[in-house]
C-alpha cells in the first residue's frame, strides 16, 4: 500500500513537470513508471461559421456563428499491459447555429458559465492478446465508419453529420452509449472486428419543440431490449487500424483499401401507435435495424496522396414516422439526422508533396452527400443534398490544423428555419429550399 502511494506521488510530480515543459513536435504525452502508465491528452478546436441565413425579420439574412467545436482532456491509464480505463472530458461553449436549418440564442446569453462540461466516454479496457479486447462503459458505438473516425483527424471540418445512429440529440446517445464491446485483430491485423451491447433506448426523453417552443416528452420504452452492434473491416494494402478506430486521412504514411460493414438492431424500440397528444394507442412496436457499408482508398505517389472514402447508411424504424405522432418521439427517437434515413456519402482529397515552410502541406477536398430524413425540421419524407469544397492545411500534421470550406446544403422539399418565424399553429412561415455557408476550422491537438 505504501508503496502504491509513493508511485503516485511520483507520478503525479512528473505529470506536472511533463505539462509544464515544452515538447518536441509530434511526441506524446506518455507518463511511465515500473507499475502503470498515463497518457494525457489536450485538444481543441475552434469554427468560424458565416451563412447566408439566420437574421433580420424574416431570419434569411446572413449570419456569422463563433464556437468552440470540440475542448477535451483525456487521460488513458493503464495498470499493466492488460488492465485500464479511458476518461473524456469533453467541454463545448454555446454558439448559436443550429444544424444545418437555424440559428439560437446563445447560452452565453441566459447562462454566465456555457461551457457545457461532461463525460463523454468512461470506459474500462482489458486487452488480452490481439484478437481478444474488451470496452466496458460508456464508449462509441461501433458501427459507421464515420463515427469511428477520430474527432481530430476528419477528411473536412468535420465527419459526415450522417454517420452518427444512436438515439437522441447528445452526443452520449447520438454516437456513444453504455455497453460492453469486444473487439480484436485477424488475419495479421488486416481484419478488425467488432461486437457490442447497449443500454439502446431507456425511459423517455423531454426536449423543446423547435417551432412552438413548448416542452414535449417522448413515449416511454416499450421493453427492456438491448441495442446490439456488430461490425468488421477487412484491409486488402496496409493494415489500417491499430485499434478499434479509424483516421479520416494518413497523410501519405499508408498505403490504404479498407472495405467494411456494419449492422445494429434493437428490438421493440418504439411504440408504433401514438397520438400528436401523446397517448399511445396500442402495444404494437417497431425494431430498430441499422445498416452500412463504408470504404477508405488512400494510395501516396510522388505526385501527391490520393484519397477517396464512401459510405451507404441505412438506420430503419419500420415507417414509424407514418404511425407515432408524438413531437417528442420524433425529435428524440426517429427523426433527425440521427434517426431513420437513407442515404450515401463519398469524400476526396488529394495532398500535395510540396511542404509549406518546414512542415506544413496542402489537402484541397470535395465532398457529396445525400440522404432520405423521414422527418426534420417539420418536414416528412425530406431528402437534402449536401455538396462542399475545402482545403485543409496541416501546420504540424493534425497536431496543428487550419481548414476552410464552402458548403451547400438542398432540401428537396421548402423547410422552415428554426428560430424562425412561425404562425397561429406554431409552423414555419419562411421556407428555403438551399442555404450556404462559408465555414474555418483552427485546430490544435496533442
Known amino acids: 500500500m505504501i508503496r502504491s502511494l509513493r508511485n ?116 474500462f479496457v482489458a486487452n488480452f492478446n490481439d484478437r481478444v479486447n474488451w470496452k466496458l462503459g460508456l464508449t462509441k458505438i461501433p458501427m459507421t465508419r464515420g463515427n469511428l473516425d477520430g474527432c481530430f483527424d476528419p477528411l473536412g471540418v468535420d465527419r459526415s453529420l450522417w454517420s452518427f445512429t444512436g438515439y437522441g440529440t447528445s452526443p452520449i446517445k447520438a454516437s456513444r452509449d453504455m455497453g460492453v464491446n469486444l473487439w480484436g485483430k485477424l488475419f495479421g491485423g488486416r481484419s478488425v472486428y467488432q461486437l457490442a451491447a447497449f443500454q439502446g433506448r431507456e425511459g423517455f426523453a423531454r426536449t423543446t419543440h423547435p417551432f412552438s417552443g413548448a416542452t414535449v416528452t417522448s413515449s416511454q420504452t416499450p421493453s427492456n431490449t438491448l441495442l446490439y452492434v456488430g461490425r468488421i473491416h477487412f484491409s486488402l494494402l496496409d493494415p489500417e487500424a491499430d485499434g478499434s478506430g479509424y483516421e479520416g486521412s494518413y497523410l501519405g504514411d499508408m498505403k490504404v483499401l479498407t472495405f467494411g460493414i456494419g449492422m445494429g438492431h434493437e428490438s421493440e424500440a418504439i411504440y408504433k401507435n401514438v397520438t400528436s397528444a401523446g397517448a399511445v394507442q396500442n402495444d404494437e412496436t417497431v425494431d430498430y435495424n441499422a445498416f452500412t457499408a463504408d470504404m477508405l482508398f488512400e494510395y501516396p505517389t510522388k505526385s501527391g496522396t490520393y484519397t477517396l472514402t464512401s459510405a451507404y447508411i441505412n438506420v430503419d424504424f419500420d415507417d414509424v414516422y407514418k404511425t407515432n405522432l408524438n413531437p417528442g418521439d420524433l425529435l428524440t427517437n426517429y427523426g433527425g439526422v440521427n434517426g431513420q434515413k437513407k442515404g450515401w456519402y463519398a469524400r476526396a482529397a488529394y495532398l500535395f508533396p510540396q511542404k509549406i515552410g518546414k512542415e506544413g502541406k496542402l ?84
Open 8 to 123: 503516485l506521488a511520483i507520478l503525479a510530480g512528473l505529470s506536472v513537470t511533463a505539462l509544464a515543459a515544452p515538447a518536441p513536435a509530434g511526441a506524446q504525452a506518455d507518463l511511465v513508471t515500473d507499475m502503470i502508465s498515463l497518457r494525457v491528452q489536450l485538444r481543441g478546436q475552434m469554427i468560424a461559421e458565416h451563412s447566408d441565413f439566420g437574421t433580420g425579420n424574416e431570419r434569411l439574412d446572413s449570419r456569422t456563428d463563433l464556437r468552440l467545436q470540440r475542448f477535451r482532456f483525456t487521460m488513458t491509464g493503464m495498470y499493466d499491459s492488460t488492465y485500464g480505463f479511458v476518461l473524456n472530458a469533453h467541454a463545448a461553449p454555446g454558439g448559436t447555429k443550429n444544424g444545418i436549418v437555424g440559428f439560437t440564442q446563445s447560452s452565453s446569453d441566459t447562462d454566465f458559465n456555457d461551457s457545457g462540461v461532461r463525460l463523454l466516454d468512461a470506459y
Open 363 to 446: 489537402q484541397p477536398y470535395g465532398y457529396y452527400e445525400k440522404f432520405d430524413v423521414a422527418a426534420i425540421a417539420g418536414v416528412k419524407e425530406q431528402t437534402i443534398t449536401q455538396k462542399a469544397i475545402g482545403v485543409n492545411w496541416y501546420l504540424h500534421g493534425q497536431n496543428v490544423r487550419f481548414t476552410t470550406e464552402y458548403l451547400k446544403n438542398e432540401f428537396a422539399k421548402p423547410t422552415g428555419m428554426i428560430g424562425g418565424r412561425v404562425n397561429a399553429s406554431n409552423q414555419p412561415i419562411d421556407l428555403v429550399t438551399e442555404n450556404t455557408s462559408l465555414r474555418a476550422m483552427f485546430q490544435v491537438a496533442f
